[in-house]
């Protein structure tokens, strides 16, 4: 006898459930980044370790699966520049997190579904109207609320976690036009073997082996955490809608905000409190007023 079919409402539930470890494991990536700068790893190798694990992981999973399936595309150049663009977010995340708290490079990659829905116009087409670009305004104030720009509390570094949440918003429009053709394996597949080959030749010059037990984790854990990610937000892309997910990426500060105070002792100052929630709310209302348009939902935020 076959078990029986679970209502759609157990399947969003797992679903959330599947998203918000998928944000635990994003968390893990950064702090795990962070904590190899603190030891003394280049950022170009952890970049390179973030791919070349990922893409060993993804070999190993998926190509016995697939076979020379998983390579097939229908349309290397897209896959091209997607990949270009998430190793561009990666390379700005990774050298932010060096030099700022992890809830301020996660506080301001909030704005990713407000770069999305600026971006749609010039990728995909899209008209947005005056309430969409109000919000989008709006998200960017917090922004400045969080960085405090002309002050002594402003670190150049916060331009570069903005650069970042830019490429990251490129490569999620990116992603939306090859999903069309590609399946989840094979995107991860050239994310993976793009950067890994872009960087092989340049780390050599870099590369350092961990001197400590908690060097050496992170030195596995920022590949792993990478693949795991990804492979969670797919299954709960597969259980819920976008439009449900949505709004749970962002329970992701809470893990970001822990792990900075817990690990890093760089506990959330006041005008993140402010700015923070102004750029969320910014991010939830395109998401409600596109889940009221009938349109495809803000992505959430997504692994660097």
């Known amino acids: 006898m076959s078990a029986p079919f679970a209502p759609p409402q157990e399947h969003r539930l797992l679903g959330i459930g599947l998203a918000l470890a998928a944000y635990f494991m994003f968390t893990g990536i950064d702090s795990s980044a962070k ?5 003394g790893i280049s950022a170009v190798q952890i970049v390179f ?3 070349a694990i990922h893409l060993a992981l993804v070999a190993t999973v998926h190509l016995p699966r697939h076979g020379r399936v998983m390579i097939r595309t229908g349309s290397l150049k897209l896959q091209f520049f997607r990949a270009l663009a998430l190793l561009g977010s990666t390379v700005c995340n990774f050298v932010a997190v060096q030099y700022l708290p992890l809830t301020v490079t996660g506080a301001i990659a909030f704005t ?3 770069l999305i829905c600026a971006l749609s116009v010039p990728f995909l087409g899209e008209t947005v109207g005056w309430r969409r670009w109000t919000a989008i305004g709006v998200g960017f104030i917090g922004v400045l609320v969080i960085v405090r720009p002309g ?3 402003f670190h150049p ?4 976690s903005l650069l970042g949440a830019v490429s990251t918003a490129a490569y999620m429009l990116l992603t939306r036009r090859v999903s069309a053709f590609d399946s989840p394996a094979t995107s991860q597949f050239y994310v993976g073997i793009f950067a890994t080959v872009v960087l092989l030749p340049i780390v050599i010059f870099f590369w350092s082996w961990p001197t400590t037990p908690d060097g050496w ?3 596995f854990a920022v590949g792993i955490f990478g693949f795991l990610g990804h492979q969670l937000i797919t299954m709960a892309s597969g259980l819920a809608p976008a439009t449900v ?4 990426s962002y329970f992701q500060i809470i893990f970001m905000a822990l792990s900075s105070w817990l690990i890093f ?3 959330p100052d006041f005008w993140l409190y402010v700015g923070a929630p102004i750029v969320i709310l910014s991010g939830l209302y395109i998401w409600l007023r596109e889940r009221s348009l009938a349109k495809p939902a803000p992505s959430v935020v997504v692994p660097h």
């Open 35 to 39: 904590w190899l700068g603190l030891v």
């Open 49 to 51: 370790l973030r791919y």
């Open 112 to 114: 990713v579904p407000l």
């Open 151 to 153: 002050t002594n509390a």
């Open 157 to 160: 570094a916060s331009l570069l």
């Open 217 to 219: 984790i992170a030195f």
């Open 245 to 248: 997910l949505a709004p749970f």
């Open 265 to 267: 002792a760089q506990p």
